[in-house]
Structures are given as C-alpha cells and as structure tokens.
C-alpha cells in the first residue's frame, strides 16, 4: 500500500467572481522513502494540491471531491480533530517565503518548541533538547544562543532552515516543500537543496517537491508530476519525463532549459498565456499556447494514458502516433 | 536594549520637552496678545485701581521679564492665583478638577479600549456575517457623530425622556452617561482598527505555518494572531487620549461635570487669564506625554521595527 | 502506446481531427479580458461601490438644497418674526412647533391669505427654524470646504518646496512640521479662537469681512496654521519617491521614456492621493467648525452654524428636543456621507490597497 494516495482531487475557490477550478481530477500515489517532484507554472494548482492534502486551504477554498487516503486513512472529510494530529506531526510542509513565514513576535525556540510539545509527550526541558538538536541537524550555528532570538535576526537562509527544523521536529512520513528556494539566492539553493538530500538520507522520510524549477527535479527527485491549469499532463520516473516527455507541454518545458545538447542554440519558451481558471473551456487547457495543437484538442481533454508501467501522459499526440504507427 | 531603540526614545523625550515648552511660550504670548490686557470690560474699575492690580499681578513689567518669571514658576509648578475666582491658587483649581476628569478619563479609555478589541476581533473572525456588517454600520455612525452630539443625544433620551440616569454629573451614577459619551468614539475607533488589523494577520504567512504545523484553531487566534494584531492599536493611545481630553470639555459642559475640562471651558468665558495658562499648558502636557509613551511603547513591542 | 486504450476511441475518432488546430480555434478557447487605464478603472470601481455613490448623491442633494432653498424661502434666518418695524412685539412667534402658527399670521389666514408654513416651527426668538437649519448647513459646508483648500494650498506649497529643494530647508521644513504635528492641536485652536475673537473683533467692522464674522476668519487663520502638516508630509512623500523613480531611470540607458512613465504614473498617484486627502480633510473641518461652535468661539451671532444651533437647543431641552435632534442628525449625516464617499474614494484609487 503506498504512503499517500491522492484520487481524482477536485478543489475549487469560491470567490465573488465565481468557481475558480485550481485543481482538476489528480491522481498520483507516493511510497515510503521516495521523493515525488510536482511540477508546473504558477497557477498550475500544484500548491493548492498540497495545501489540499494539509487541508489550510485559505477561506473560499473547498475540496470539492476526491479522495487522499494517508496510510490507508482517508483524509477528505476526516474534520479537524483528526487533521490536528496528522499536520506538523505525520506530515509537515514548508512554504515558498522564509521571511514571512515566521511569527515576528515569537523567539525560534518558542515556535521550534510549540510543534514539539503538541504532538509529543516530552516535557518542556526534553522538547527545548530536541529543538537543540534538530537546530544542530540543520546546521545553525549556536543553537543554543539561537533559541532566544528572534526572526528578525536571522538571514533568508537561515530561516528556511529553522523551517526545515520546525517541520522535521516530530519526525513526520511526510515533507512537503513548496518551493523552497524560490525566495532565496541561487547560492543559498545550492545548500539548502544539500541539506534536504541529506537529511532525507539520514531520516528516511517521503518528501514532496513542488516547484517550477526542472534543476531542482533532476537533483532531487525519483518521481515527477507535471501539472498544467490544475491537471496532471504527465507523470513517470524522472528518467522518463526528462528523456522520454510524452505531453507537448513536457516537450516545450524541456525544450526551453539550457542543456549540454542544444547549447549554441537558442532557447525557446512558451509562448502564450496561460488559461482563465475561471472560465475554463473545454478541450486541453494547453491547447492555446501547444504549436502541435490538433483540432481535438480544442474539442475534447485527453484521458490519461499509459504509456509504460511507471509512466503516463494526457496528450492526443501519443494517440496520433499510436495510429499512424499501427 | 537596541541602542538605535534607544536613540529614539531620546530623540522623542526631546522633542516632546521642546514641544512643551513652545505650548508655554506660545501660550504665553497669546494670552499677552490680547489688547487690553484682562481688566479691560470690568466694570467699575477706576485706573488707579486698575494700576495697583496690574503691579500686584506683574501686569506692568516688561513683556520679555513677564515670560521669564512666568517659565520659571511654571516648572515649580507655581501658576499664582486665579484672576477670577478670588481667593483660589490655579493649582488648587485645576487639581480638583483633574481629580474627576482623570477618573471619567481612565475609565472610559479602559472600558474603549477591552470592548473596541473584543468586538474588532470578533468582527474579524466572523467577517461578512451579519454579525461583522452591524458592528461595521453602528462603529461608522459612532464615528461620524461629534462628541457634543452623541453627549446631547444621550441625555436627551436617558435622562430626560427615560429619566433612568441622572442629568447631573456631580455624583457617581451621574458620571455614567459622560463616560459613555466619552468612550463611544474611542471603542468604534478601536474596533475597526483592530478588525482590520486581525484581517490582515490572519491572511499572513506565519498563520498558515502554524496551523499546517497543526496547532488548535483558538490558539491560533489568541496566541499567534491577537498578539500581532493589537500592535498597531497601540499607536492610537496618544491620539485617544488627546480625544478623550477634547471630548471632555464639551463632555463636562452637557452633563455639568466639575472637571478640568469645564474649568477650562470657564475660564475661557471668563478671561481668567491664569487659569486659562495653567489649563492649556497642563492639558497640553498631558497629551504630550501620552503620546511620548505611546510612539516609545509602539517601537519597544514591534521587533520588525527594530529591525530599522 | 498500449493499443487496447485506442479501442474505445475508435467509434468516436475522425481522422481529420488529428489535423492540426488554426490559430483561429485556439483563441476561441481564451477570451482576453479588455485592459483599461488606471483612472477609468477607479472611476468603475467607485461606481461599483454602492455605499460610497450614495453618500455621493447625499452631499449633492443636501448642497443643492442649501445653495437654492434660501433663494426662495420667504423666511430670512436672522428676521425676528416677533419684531416688525412699527408693530408691537409680537410674543406668539416664539418657540412655535413645527407646522404651528403665530396669532398674527393665524389671523392673516383667516383673512385668506396664504402664510408659508414653518416646517421645523420658530426658535426661542421668534425665527423660522427651518431655515436656520438650512443656512447652518451651509455654513458647516462652507466652512469645510474652505478650510481644506487653504490646508491644500498651504501643504502642497510647503510639502512642495520641502520635496525639491531638499537639503537645509527640507531639513528646517521638516522640524517645523514635527513641531506643529505634536502640538495638541484642539487645545490651541481654542485657544487661538478666544483670543482672536477678541483680537479681531472689532477691527473687522466695515469690511465685507465682518459679515462672515471674526470666528470665521480666526478659523481659517488657525486651520491655516495648524491643519496643513499632514498635506505637507504626504506632498513631500510623493516628490521624494518621483525623484527616487527619475534617479533610478536616469541611471539605466532608458532615456526619455523613462520619464513618459513618471508622468504617465506617478502624477496620477500623486493626484489621487491629494484628492483623498482632502476629501476625508472636509469632514474633518466640519467637526471642527461645530465643536468650536458648539463653545461659542464660532460663528457669531445671529449667524447660525449647526455646532451652535446644537448649542442653544441645550437651553430648552426638556421642552424642545427635536431642536437638538435635527442639527445632529443633519451634522451627522453630512460627516457620515463625507467619510464614507472619501474611504469609498481611497479604496477605489488607491493602488496599495488593491487586491
């Protein structure tokens, strides 16, 4: 039985000006120990999955339907009491902005510590110990000066680590990270990217990256889901999305990352924009920007397909070459 | 301590010494500007006479000596006798009187200040329910109405037409409607600042991280985000104050509170120029303080602005 | 590519499908949404706002109303009915309830004539209330709106100056305006409003000033010394950043076009935040106008202003309420509609606040 299993998840933000659909009909499971790469543009719904699976959804946002079985527990619809205890517990999740994240008016230990002691046993001299040695695992030097302080005085990176620190305290199945280097400097990326390797070797646990950055993902991931509009457009290993990409929207993305192969060449990106999610037509959501769009594209979505055992993609395109191989 | 906090807070006790001063100065010279000087109009006065009270007063020194005399029994706290009602030291007048006005003041601020957070917060967290658009329409007329006009209204219908509550503000229960007058304004203030205040914590960041890290919805509320939302409430304590002192000459009028407020009231009606100096210049004073401890308060809570 | 998947497409699929898609189907899938400039959208948004448009059209009827009734009201709000050259006093005037009638005009009645109705009944001296009422406003109105021009000028001029010339008088401006900002400013508009009363009061006799009387003028005076702080800061505020913009610009290879943009930009912002400012300055001087009012150190006599009508309806209050009841309502209704239209203003043209 896989860790995690998301089914056919629909979640939608009820606003004033109407539905908007963040995430369309995803599915995708992730295992023990395996690190799982969502990837996709803003607005593809990748933060809203995770955000579903934790479900902090902000106020208009609802699942609408589907299914995330956590360890054979189904989660939608479980209600808080239960979600209390699986969150910063069972699974964590670290966010985009280091500088924002952390309550200004509260010192690193206290919020190390508060995560600690709700879902621990351990007494306040046991939990400020722990919070010592996560700071240690994270490599923040002085932990123990480090402790009294306040976000105010730590830099971008540092604070993403007191993040990482916060999330890891109680040994959670799962780590979410959403974007987690996106706010920082390329050379800070670099170790905090280490740290995760590292820590996931040493602790053994599941992550889920999210991101829009296929570096990352070739760094870090053994799986990965591309997202477009709120859909899953392919998904397989990362050797298969990043040698075999069987979706135009895979193509175009790889097609547009600077390689050893096209070096000398120039670089093209996507044109276009991407669709209204609250008037969502019919057909394939990339269809617009997609230069090999077909005219049923714009007639009607293609279902997931098989494309191997580890390896599945949405795109009419298979079919066609499926036909005209036949 | 942040010696750049601390820098600050000496910048701001200098000013606000300095802001004191120009309110003594500039009184003073107003006060003198007046021609005629403050026997003119009395009735029955020949010059002789009028000559022999302007020596006792110093009236007739020159003008640069008058102020010099003046700023220095100002800081002793020595503000001479009342011009118009004979036999009393200003002092005297004016510390009786801050005996009421204190306490209608202190208490209406406090009662302003629990209620406006407690409905500011619960408007919040029950935004656009009916409960959230009452609060919103009754804090904006509250706010619209001038002070003189919510004190009428509430004695026309309390004291006169229900006759529940006593016209009168010289005994206890007549000190009830002034304060209610005094803190309508103040509490609607309140709690709209600290709706909008809570809204804007609640849509932060840090919020998210602690329920994902799974912490109890109240806690969430009354640990992470009043903490943080009541901040800026506390720049609004000099600005309150200053109201409350304003509101209480009008105040005081309407209900006949024997307070500073109305003696300064009087005092201006009479052309009791001493008093009038001592009330301006103590209620000014008052102010400029609490301002001074409210802008020092404001940056020794907020670490961010440390950070400056 | 598993065929077995292909089995149940094959009833459904036309091969001219997998031709590719023109230009033309790919934009029926996504419809733009038309762009607008910066100020049409704030108008829209403004327009959308249902409070702020009706608190608009309030201001309108109730300054329409006091600019046109006093045209054509048969009464004058300074005439003692009571007192008519030649006559007796006539006593019956006074204190009538609305719609009520003096003995006089009850026998001109008789006699068949028509005698106006005192909506709102007479005060304590015999004149038509209504009208008092009327003029107060306009008083209260005029009062408002006056006061914030000169704060405007003032401000803009010194936050001006401060903005430009920066260096030493930015400096000095800078003190001056902290200064005066940490004043307490009703304790010395009081001040300044009793001492000039008595300073200006007789001087002004003769001139056409005296009509407005010498609180008026010692109100303005003291507006112009106190009030115009804020206005500074936020004008000097805005040429602080333009310079900010043009400096940056200057340094990149833009050229001209740069500039085009600080025009295009940041003037505008400049102009929405001016006319907000002084949209929520009105309100706030009609406060001021009627507490002074209110003390006796406004408008003089027999010239009404809502703060002093307020005042003298203390006197009889047990007997007569509603004198007290409909200057409130009125002086409240005007604050109200101005602050509501002035934050409907900020919400709609305030970049800031944009969501």
Not at chain 1, 273 to 286: A, R
Not at chain 3, 3 to 26: G, T
Not at chain 3, 294 to 312: Q, T, Y
Request: aromatic fraction near 8%; proline fraction near 5%; hydrophobic fraction near 45%.
């Amino acid at each position: 039985m896989a860790l995690l299993e998301v089914k056919d998840l629909h979640t939608s933000f009820f606003t004033d000006a109407g539905e908007v659909r963040a995430v369309n009909g995803v599915s995708f499971q992730l295992d023990h120990g395996k690190v799982l790469g969502i990837v996709g543009e803003s607005g593809s719904g990748k933060s809203v999955t995770a955000y579903s699976i934790m479900q902090i959804l902000a106020g208009t946002g609802k699942i609408v339907s589907g299914s995330i079985k956590f360890d054979g527990q189904e989660l939608v619809g479980a209600g808080e009491k239960v979600m209390k205890d699986i969150r910063g517990n069972k699974i964590s999740i670290i966010f985009q902005d280091p500088m924002t994240s952390l309550n200004p008016t509260y010192t690193i230990g206290h919020q190390l510590m508060e995560a600690i002691l709700l879902h621990t046993n351990r007494n306040k001299q046991q939990a400020w110990d722990r919070a010592v040695e996560m700071l240690k695992l994270v490599n923040v030097n002085e932990p123990e000066k480090r402790m009294k302080q306040y976000p105010y005085e730590f830099s971008g990176g540092m604070r993403q680590r007191v993040m990482i620190a916060m999330a890891l305290a109680c040994e959670p199945d799962i780590l979410i990270a959403d974007e987690p280097t996106t706010a920082l400097d390329v050379t800070i990326q670099a170790g905090i990217l280490e740290l995760m390797k590292d820590i996931q070797k040493k602790m053994g646990m599941a992550i889920i990256m999210i991101t829009h950055d296929l570096g990352v993902v070739a760094q870090l991931c053994d799986e990965v889901v591309v997202m477009y509009a709120g859909s899953i457009c392919e998904q397989g290993t990362a050797d298969e999305i990043f040698y075999n990409p069987c979706h135009e929207y895979t193509k175009g993305l790889m097609r547009s990352i600077p390689t050893a192969e096209n070096s000398g060449q120039r670089l093209e990106p996507i044109s276009g924009t991407p669709i209204d999610l609250l008037n969502m037509p019919k057909g394939c959501p990339f269809a617009p920007r997609c230069d090999a769009a077909m005219k049923i594209c714009i007639k009607q979505r293609c279902e997931r397909m098989e494309i191997n055992d580890s390896h599945y993609a949405s795109c009419w395109m298979n079919v066609k070459k499926a036909v005209s191989e036949k | 301590m942040n010696p750049k906090t601390l820098k600050y807070i000496l910048k701001r006790i200098i000013l606000a010494v300095f802001t004191v001063w120009v309110v003594i100065t500039v009184t003073f010279f107003i006060m003198h500007a007046v021609p005629g000087g403050p026997f003119v109009g009395e009735k029955a006065v020949s010059p002789a006479v009028q000559k022999a009270m302007e020596a006792k007063y110093g009236l007739d020194k020159p003008l640069f000596e008058q102020y010099l005399t003046y700023l220095t029994d100002v800081i002793q706290f020595k503000f001479g006798p009342s011009l118009k009602q004979r036999g009393r030291m200003v002092i005297d007048i004016m510390t009786d009187g801050l005996k009421t006005s204190i306490k209608l003041g202190v208490i209406a601020a406090f009662l302003a200040l629990i209620s406006g957070t407690i409905l500011g917060s619960f408007a919040a967290l029950r935004r656009n329910t009916v409960f959230d658009r009452v609060i919103m329409v009754v804090t904006t007329a509250f706010v619209s109405m001038p002070s003189f006009i919510m004190g009428s209204l509430l004695l026309i219908v309390f004291a006169i037409e229900l006759k529940v509550l006593p016209a009168n503000g010289s005994t206890a229960a007549g000190l009830i409607l002034p304060i209610i007058t005094l803190m309508l304004y103040p509490m609607s203030y309140i709690t709209r600042m600290t709706r909008s205040s809570m809204l804007d914590v609640l849509g932060q960041d840090y919020i998210r991280t602690a329920k994902a890290k799974g912490v109890p919805r109240l806690r969430v509320i009354f640990g992470h985000a009043l903490k943080n939302s009541l901040i800026p409430v506390i720049t609004y304590f000099g600005p309150m104050l200053a109201y409350i002192v304003t509101g209480s000459l009008v105040v005081e009028q309407i209900f006949a509170v024997p307070g500073i407020g109305r003696a300064f009231v009087q005092s201006i009606i009479n052309r009791d120029y001493t008093l009038i100096m001592g009330t301006t210049i103590v209620l000014a004073t008052l102010i400029v303080i609490m301002n001074l401890i409210s802008d020092i308060l404001y940056k020794v809570v907020d670490p961010r602005i440390n950070l400056e | 590519m598993d065929i077995n998947n292909l089995k149940h497409f094959s009833a459904q699929v036309d091969l001219d499908d997998f031709n590719p898609a023109s230009e033309k189907d790919k934009e029926y899938m996504v419809k733009m949404r038309p762009s607008t400039t910066a100020f049409k959208d704030g108008v829209r948004r403004l327009r959308k706002n249902k409070i702020a448009m009706i608190s608009f059209w309030i201001i309108v009827i109730i300054a329409l109303a006091v600019i046109f009734i006093p045209m054509f009201w048969p009464y004058k709000y300074e005439a003692i009915l009571g007192m008519q050259p030649g006559k007796p006093v006539d006593a019956s005037f006074n204190n009538l309830a609305p719609f009520e009638y003096a003995k006089s005009e009850l026998a001109r009645i008789e006699s068949g004539e028509s005698v106006f109705p005192h909506i709102f009944g007479t005060d304590a001296q015999g004149r038509d209330y209504f009208i008092r009422v009327v003029y107060g406003t306009r008083i209260s109105l005029a009062v408002g709106l006056f006061a914030s021009i000169i704060v405007l000028v003032i401000g803009l001029l010194v936050g001006s100056i401060s903005g430009y010339c920066g260096g030493v008088v930015d400096m000095i401006i800078m003190r001056i305006v902290d200064i005066i900002y940490s004043l307490p400013d009703m304790l010395m508009v009081i001040l300044l409003a009793a001492v000039l009363k008595v300073a200006i009061g007789t001087s002004l006799e003769g001139t056409p000033l005296a009509k407005i009387g010498s609180n008026i003028i010692s109100l303005f005076i003291i507006f112009a010394i106190l009030y115009w702080v804020s206005m500074a800061r936020l004008i000097r505020g805005q040429i602080l950043s333009l310079r900010e913009q043009e400096y940056v610009l200057a340094s990149q290879a833009a050229g001209a076009k740069g500039s085009w943009v600080i025009r295009k930009h940041l003037i505008p912002n400049c102009i929405s935040v001016i006319v907000i400012s002084t949209a929520l300055q009105i309100p706030s001087a009609i406060f001021t106008e009627s507490y002074l009012s209110f003390l006796g150190l406004g408008v003089n006599a027999p010239m009404p202003s809502l703060g002093s009508l307020a005042s003298d309806a203390l006197n009889g209050l047990s007997s007569y309420p509603y004198r007290l009841i409909i200057p409130a309502i009125v002086i409240s209704l005007i604050v109200l509609s101005l602050n509501l239209f002035g934050d409907g203003l900020r919400d709609a043209f305030d970049p800031k606040l944009n969501n």
